[in-house]
């Protein structure tokens, strides 16, 4: 306290200059139109940029919001797609196959593991939302994994970072396919596995879903090629692939169903008997 009273006693007279200075100026502005015009003119502006900052504040924190509603609208989007694609008259037996009987789902990851050998996801959606096990899940990027176990509002899901993680793949630049695993070894590497060696492998090509089961639609990205090798036998290589999606961060997904896997199986069980 006493130091700042000596503050005040050393500096008092340019505090009374300051003082009689403020006094002036705002008689001017009072007394003036012009002053007035420029004075009210400058305060906008200081306002203005500062209402811009709390805006630009403001919609940072809302951008989760934001992310929410623009993938809510881009589920709706591809359903929509999936929708008019059963009216387009078309000689591309593959177009109705790989639009018409998949439906989607937007979900919000709540927890998700990367460490481990068996890694795991778990979502806000379940049997209540349409949820159920088998469905693909994917990002606008890539693959994730695929759906383990249902509850009424949950469902948890097997990374593609699992051990147990078994996905038909293929090279999307020619019809070589291969099984996506993963060895346990980097979180942003998976592996193809038992592509022939007579495939035209190349560094940097990309990887896509082979579209050979009722889980994922052929055509959906994975990763990138980073190395390649043949296995021991000399026949197959193993490829290690660059995934396209960072699996330490993955917010919000989207859920493939299949609506025609319950025929699809029912066929290949009487094919069996």
Known sequence: MQQIFNFLI???NFLWFLFLLIIAVSLTIQSHTYHSNKFIHSSSLVTGAVFNVQNDISTYF?????????????????????DLSGNISTNKAYAKDTF???????ANVINSTY???KNYLTLNKGSKDSVVADMGVITDLGIVGIVKKVSNKYATVISILNKNSKINAQLKRTNHFGTLVWYGEEPNVVQLIDIPRLAPLKVGDTIITGGRSTIF???INVGTIRDFALNDDQNYFTVNVDLFNDMTDVGFVQLIQNTEVDEIKQLEN???E
């Open 100 to 106: 018409d009987k998949f439906e989607y789902i937007s």
């Open 10 to 12: 050393k500096s008092r």
């Open 62 to 82: 809302r951008l989760k919001a934001y992310n929410k509603r623009l993938l809510s609208e881009n589920t709706l989007l591809k359903q929509q797609l999936n």
């Open 115 to 117: 460490r481990k050998k």
């Open 270 to 272: 009487s094919s069996n």
């Open 217 to 219: 639609p052929k055509g």
